[in-house]
């Protein structure tokens, strides 16, 4: 007992932190199921994520959203079972299926910036959009990958690291590049090896 005093003595900063760490797991599944449109059992969303339109937000079960993730959206649907890593930024109208794995600073961009009305600022123009983007279930998106307006990307595919995904993307398909192409698919492999 007299070590672990000493021990916050030592540093007492870390120690608050950590404290302030408890209460808010303990504290925040009632705060976003007020303000999010549906929150899940056993999601976590760290207090250092950045949410914009909580009313149009609507996040499965087992879901994890890290650290300095931006969700700026018009609409988000998350299925169950996703995790969302540290840098990726999500914007526009974006639906997400079931048990998908989000690695680090990706972009899912579901909107432009208008561009059309020279005389006026690009920064006060309206914005853009082909549709949603509809992640399927049992996806995986490589670290610093982006997926542009519009795209969808089929159920288990996989989408390499560093990717630009500017066209739709097969069930089943590895793709990587920029642009995006796919190399082969993950069947293929399995029947290969058979």
Same mark, same amino acid.
């Given at each position: 007992?007299? /070590?672990?005093?000493?021990?916050?003595?030592?540093?007492?900063?870390?120690?608050?932190?950590?404290?302030?760490?408890?209460?808010?797991?303990? *504290?925040?599944?009632?705060?976003?199921?007020?303000?999010?449109?549906?929150?899940?059992?056993?999601?976590?969303?760290?207090?250092?994520?950045?949410?914009?339109?909580?009313?149009?937000?609507?996040? $499965?079960?087992?879901?994890?959203? /890290?650290?300095?993730?931006?969700?700026?959206?018009?609409?988000?649907?998350?299925?169950?079972?996703?995790?969302?890593?540290?840098? *990726?930024?999500?914007? +526009?109208?974006?639906?997400?299926?079931?048990?998908?794995?989000?690695?680090?600073?990706?972009?899912?961009?579901?909107?432009?910036? $208008?561009?059309?009305?020279?005389?006026?600022?690009?920064?006060?123009?309206?914005? *853009?959009?082909?549709?949603?983007?509809?992640?399927?279930?049992?996806?995986?998106?490589?670290? /610093?990958?982006?997926?542009?307006?519009?795209?969808?990307?089929?159920?288990?595919?996989?989408? $390499? +690291? $560093?990717?630009?995904? *500017?066209?739709?993307?097969?069930?089943?398909?590895?793709?990587?590049?920029?642009?995006?192409?796919?190399?082969?698919?993950?069947?293929?492999?399995?029947?290969?090896?058979?």
């Amino acid at each position: 007992m007299f /070590n672990k005093l000493q021990a916050i003595m030592n540093n007492p900063t870390a120690y608050f932190f950590r404290a302030m760490y408890l209460v808010y797991r303990f *504290t925040h599944s009632p705060i976003y199921k007020m303000l999010l449109q549906n929150y899940g059992k056993k999601s976590f969303i760290h207090p250092l994520v950045s949410l914009r339109n909580h009313k149009n937000i609507s996040i $499965g079960s087992n879901v994890i959203i /890290n650290r300095n993730v931006n969700i700026w959206v018009s609409k988000l649907m998350l299925g169950d079972n996703i995790q969302i890593n540290p840098g *990726t930024c999500i914007y +526009g109208n974006v639906n997400i299926g079931n048990n998908v794995m989000i690695a680090p600073n990706c972009m899912i961009a579901g909107g432009n910036h $208008g561009i059309a009305n020279i005389p006026e600022p690009m920064i006060t123009q309206t914005c *853009t959009s082909k549709g949603p983007i509809i992640i399927e279930d049992d996806v995986w998106i490589a670290s /610093n990958s982006v997926i542009l307006d519009g795209v969808r990307i089929g159920s288990g595919a996989v989408i $390499g +690291g $560093g990717s630009v995904v *500017t066209k739709d993307i097969p069930p089943m398909a590895i793709a990587i590049g920029n642009p995006a192409k796919v190399i082969k698919y993950r069947n293929q492999d399995i029947k290969e090896n058979s």
